[in-house]
């Protein structure tokens, strides 16, 4: 295999420094071969942590988007793992390679009690990397992550997928009237009013920038896209919250993204910055 042989003479210099080693595709999240002697085997890289699903915290798409190493700890089986995750080009196709350590017996941990709260830990500090800590869903970084692997999931099993751009359009207004903290309690609860309608948990949203989330609505037309949408902007509009004797009336906007074949062929991160410039 010629991407393996590449693969092996860029990173057979490191191989005893870890347990396990493996070159990962990260929009497929394919492993396209791993732990250099045994496993050659096509296999889904988030089967290694037994999640049937795709790690919410990915680093091997992160390391691609950022070009840069990233870093995490995952539970598995009661074991404990350091993974780093490197950008690593191979025949003009970006890829990346995870160096993966078991940590389990390091003097840090000893006990199962100890065990119980690395677990807690980990889960706290992998959270921390993804979530938006005002609004309790997802940041900016993980949308960047995960769209284009959603994109493209959809689009190799012809699966439709909706993007739309949401906006408490008086957000600034509101500041400058009755100052930051009301100005975050409005985005806590709009939020929360974007979360509430998103029945299904393949559906996600995220925070792109101050006062503008992204909805994420897979296996959804263009059509019920636009109804969920303006449901969200109806409820949003007619939303008031009560701050200091003040009622504070929020006002919202959307706009549905579109995805247009030729971009997703030739560049599917793209389609981030086309959802960032909607507003």
């Known amino acids: 295999m010629d991407i393996w042989n590449g693969a092996i003479e860029k990173i057979s210099g490191i191989k005893g420094l870890y347990d396990f080693i493996r070159i990962v595709d990260p929009f497929e999240k394919r492993v396209i071969c791993g732990d250099l002697e045994h496993q050659r085997e096509e296999v889904r890289c988030y ?23 990233a ?7 009661g074991r404990l793992y350091f993974i780093t995750s490197s950008p690593l080009n191979l025949k003009g196709k970006n890829y990346v390679v995870e160096l993966i350590r078991d940590i389990t017996h390091s003097k840090e941990f000893k006990t199962e009690n100890c065990y119980l709260k690395v677990g807690s830990l980990t889960k706290r500090l992998n959270d921390s990397i993804i979530m938006d800590k005002l609004t309790g869903i997802y940041n900016r970084s993980y949308i960047k992550e995960r769209l284009p692997v959603d994109i493209y999931f959809n689009h190799i099993n012809n699966i439709p997928i909706s993007l739309a751009a949401c906006k408490v359009t008086n957000y600034e207004d509101i500041i400058c009237k009755y100052g930051n903290a009301a100005g975050d309690l409005v985005l806590k609860e709009t939020s929360k009013i974007i979360t509430d309608n998103l029945k299904s948990e393949m559906n996600w949203s995220g925070t792109l920038r101050k006062g503008i989330f992204l909805i994420v609505l897979n296996t959804v037309t263009k059509e019920l896209a636009e109804e969920i949408c303006s449901k969200i902007r109806f409820q949003i509009n007619n939303y008031g919250i009560n701050y200091e004797d003040n009622l504070i009336q929020i006002t919202s906007d959307y706009k549905l993204i579109p995805i247009q074949e030729e971009i997703v062929q030739k560049d599917i991160r793209a389609v981030f910055y086309i959802a960032d410039k909607a507003y």
Do not use: Q
């Open 47 to 69: 089967e290694f942590w037994d999640k049937g699903e795709i790690c919410s915290n990915c680093t091997a798409a992160r390391a691609i988007i950022e070009g840069d190493n």
């Open 71 to 77: 870093v995490k700890l995952e539970m598995s089986n």
